[in-house]
């Protein structure tokens, strides 16, 4: 018979299920879930066969001696075991697995709607922890265990492991509430910490999604460029220690003379470098010291006989006044030598610790030995260092090639303390300490004209990754000389000239396209005529932009003939991205010249065809604005007409104001009306031989300078 297995199985699994349980008289006297079962089997049996009353009553006085509750109607498959009886509660409709495991506090009921069944039903062999509930309709899957506390909202399928008190949101609601800003409507919900992590995480992802985005493309963009590597020899793509970050680092002048045309040659392409690489959407630190103490500066204070700061700030201010009139941007920072010298001393003192570096009377040299990459950078081998280095006067030094770090002063020379005496730093040591203190270790361009390749650049190498360990710059750049009648222009051969007196006679602006009209790898050939050529060019865009803007006055509302349109605006559409081919294959000044150039042209062959309607409106503005774009990259190209007209004037000591030449044509047109030919004529000999040229046109009279 069914109910005495039952009884047999529920007594057995109290031996199975408590340790405690060892015996039989004990379970059966003084166990009151054993006792609240065995009634239970008794109740269930007569409940089933339709007793009234009486199973409810026994339930009743069941429960005050074991203090557990259980229905009639609850049906219980066999080795139900309940340990401490007192709290557990199953509900009526409640369906309980064979084998389960509950422990005190369990409440097994709920308030679901459901007729007839509000309670759970359980699978075989679960087990419930303390003060676990398990409220509503629901299913618990099959082998699950449910730890202590955790309240069970949902079926659970099986094999399954529930912990914790997952507050979930399970509903949301609106509420409405009257406040003083009258009635408003809130979501009212239980704060949930797990949704509101995950959320937290969810926005971290998207972050850090949207920053890998930025740098990929950022690479890609980057990754585009090429730049020529001395230290490699060859182009390279160029990919910045950081993606969208590019540190440079360019040797600046000594302040000691005024500059000359090779001074404005370096900076500008640094400066067309700088600009461009910003241009690409890089953040660009650019770093450009100034050399303020040197033998140079300490000869020439002797010869002006002012002290050698005053020198140095004299040739600042000179160096400024040029480069300003060149369009030369000012870098991020320009520290002074001098500014250093406690942290040039660091490095040297760093060296001598790593044997990299001895002491000799006072003087510090680095002993090149110690540095097998040696010439590196320069590709030379020995014997040509040693012939190639500057000699510095010391015959004890080790070995001919080793250079100064640190050189005592001389009576009457500037010094400064140090732990080898009173001296001041060898030239080379201060870029290294000034491109380490505001680059870091490590940095991703270093600059300079080709003739610091050997030793300045070589040395820079050799002290800072003796010093550092690791290697210095990534991408070394070094633009080409300048030759006059193809012979290298130097102060020692004194076929140099100074910006100065380039300047008195040329636009600035004139200088700084000519010396950007070649590669600035590429020697580039001076004379007075390329200057005149490059005049020729620059007001031909002047000119241009004239033109066009006399074009964007008129009336353009009609369509008009416009042929060779379509090629033109191909050429409109292509422009940018030829210009951006040419300077990311390092840096191709002349080339991306020569598109500007050829797109000038076919914009003026356009304006000869008398071009009207709205497009050629629009195609005429997009060119302006395109010039103006690649102009501001090259820092040419930003004056107006007027403004260039004017300089021309001035440059060319034409000896008439624009007002003055203004009246002189009012004058002309005069005689013109009066048909007085003779005096027309000679109103306009007159000016051609001051060098304005008068152009009669349909409606009005222009003049231009003469240029070249
Ligand atoms: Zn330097």
């Not at 199985?9 to 109290?14: I, L, S």
């Not at 265990?145 to 955790?150: D, E, L, P, R, T």
């Not at 505001?438 to 003796?466: M, R, V, W």
Request: hydrophobic fraction near 35%; proline fraction near 4%.
């Amino acid at each position: 018979m069914g109910f005495w297995n039952n009884v047999k199985r529920d007594y057995n699994a109290v031996f199975e299920r408590d340790p405690a349980a060892k015996n039989s008289l004990e379970v059966i006297l003084a166990y009151p879930g054993f006792h609240a079962i065995f009634f239970h089997r008794v109740n269930h049996f007569l409940w089933k066969i339709g007793i009234p009353v009486v199973p409810r009553l026994l339930s009743h006085a069941v429960r005050f001696f074991t203090g557990i509750e259980i229905h009639p109607g609850a049906k219980i498959g066999p080795g139900f075991f309940i340990d401490h009886g007192m709290g557990v509660v199953i509900g009526e409709t409640a369906e309980v697995g064979e084998d389960c495991l509950l422990y005190q506090g369990v409440t097994l009921g709920g308030t679901g709607k459901e007729k007839g069944k509000r309670h759970p039903t359980m699978g075989n062999n679960v087990t419930v922890g303390t003060g676990s509930k398990i409220l509503g309709p629901i299913r618990i899957g099959n082998n699950v265990v449910i730890g202590a506390n955790s309240v069970i909202l949902k079926s659970v399928p099986d094999n399954s492991v529930c912990v914790g008190v997952p507050g979930r949101v399970t509903k949301k609601k609106i509420i409405r509430m009257t406040t003083e800003e009258g009635l408003i409507e809130v979501m009212d919900y239980f704060p949930d910490p797990i949704v509101e992590r995950l959320r937290g995480l969810e926005s971290q992802v998207e972050a850090l999604t949207k920053r890998i985005d930025a740098m990929e493309r950022l690479r890609d963009k980057g990754g585009k460029m090429k730049i020529y590597n001395t230290l490699t020899g060859r182009k390279e793509e160029f990919i910045p220690l950081t993606p969208g970050d590019v540190k440079m680092y360019v040797c600046g002048v000594t302040v000691y003379d005024y500059c000359h045309i090779g001074h404005a040659r370096s900076a500008i392409v640094f400066d067309v470098m700088n600009r461009y690489l910003r241009y690409k959407g890089n953040n660009v630190m650019f770093v450009k010291n100034f050399t303020d103490i040197d033998d140079k500066i300490i000869n020439r204070s002797k010869q002006e006989g002012i002290s050698w700061d005053a020198v140095a700030r004299k040739y600042t201010e000179e160096y400024y006044r040029d480069m300003d009139a060149l369009g030369v941007g000012r870098p991020d920072l320009e520290p002074k030598a001098t500014d250093y010298i406690k942290e040039m001393i660091e490095i040297i003192k760093g060296l001598i610790d790593r044997g990299c570096a001895y002491e000799l009377e006072g003087s510090v040299y680095f002993e090149v030995e110690t540095f097998p990459e040696y010439g590196k950078l320069s590709k030379r081998d020995r014997e040509e260092m040693i012939a190639g280095a500057r000699v510095e006067v010391d015959e004890r030094k080790k070995n001919p090639m080793d250079f100064a770090l640190w050189k005592r002063s001389k009576e009457g020379e500037p010094s400064w303390d140090s732990p080898w005496g009173a001296g001041r730093p060898g030239w080379h040591i201060e870029c290294s300490a000034m491109s380490i203190k505001h680059l870091g270790e490590e940095f991703d361009i270093h600059g300079g004209g080709a003739d610091l390749i050997f030793p300045h650049h070589e040395n820079e190498i050799a002290q800072s990754e003796s010093f550092t360990g690791k290697p210095f710059a990534k991408y070394w750049i070094h633009n080409g000389f300048i030759t006059i009648d193809k012979e290298k222009m130097s102060k020692s051969l004194g076929n140099f000239f100074t910006v100065k007196e380039i300047l008195d006679k040329f636009d600035p602006e004139i200088l700084r396209l000519f010396l950007l009209s070649t590669h600035y790898r590429s020697p580039i050939e001076f004379s007075d005529e390329q200057l005149r050529e490059t005049e020729i060019s620059l007001d031909r865009y002047y000119s241009t932009i004239l033109r066009i803007n006399a074009s964007l006055e008129k009336d353009m509302t009609k369509e008009g003939p416009h042929n060779a349109d379509k090629n033109f605006e191909a050429m409109v559409l292509q422009f940018r991205e030829r210009f951006e081919e040419a300077m990311d294959d390092d840096f191709n000044t002349a080339l991306a010249l020569g598109h500007i150039f050829e797109f000038i042209r076919d914009l003026n062959r356009f304006l000869d065809s008398r071009p009207s309607g709205p497009k050629v409106k629009e195609l005429l503005q997009k060119s302006k604005e395109l010039l103006s774009e690649v102009g501001k990259v090259l820092n040419i190209f930003r004056r107006t007409p007027e403004e260039w007209y004017h300089s021309l004037i001035v440059k060319k000591k034409i000896g008439l104001s624009e007002k003055e030449i203004l009246e002189r044509i009012k004058e002309r047109q005069d005689a013109r009306k009066k048909k007085e030919w003779e005096v027309s004529d000679r109103i306009r000999k007159e000016l051609d031989e001051k060098g304005i040229i008068i152009e009669d046109k349909e409606d009005r009279t222009g003049w231009r300078v003469r240029v070249g």
